[in-house]
């Protein structure tokens, strides 16, 4: 988390982020945040690949239009991890989970690889 300084206060001192914007900022549920947030860009991207309509996409998701647009800004207070999940098999593509031991040297994690 960046820390600034007033005007002619010196330099800025900044700290090395985590890796978890949401945990940098204190936010509950980071995690999920951060998991959510990587399936919603993966998602996005294979929307635009598909250069439909957002009510186009929605018919093809299973979607309201209003949620196909709330997906796309990534507004994803009303979408859990599952959901997101379900709606690349509704675009044709598996979804593997993936779970293993970890190496001491760091903390557990959740991560997406689109």
Known sequence: MAKSAKAGAGPEQIEQGSG?????LGLPDSGERKTKLRLAYALNRMVEKEG???????????LTQPKVSALLNYKLRGFSTERLMQLFLALDCDVKIVVGKKPKSRA???SVVA
């Open 52 to 62: 439909l309509s957002q009510t186009a996409i929605a018919g093809r998701l299973g």
């Open 20 to 24: 978890n914007v949401f945990a940098d």
């Open 108 to 110: 557990a994690t959740i």
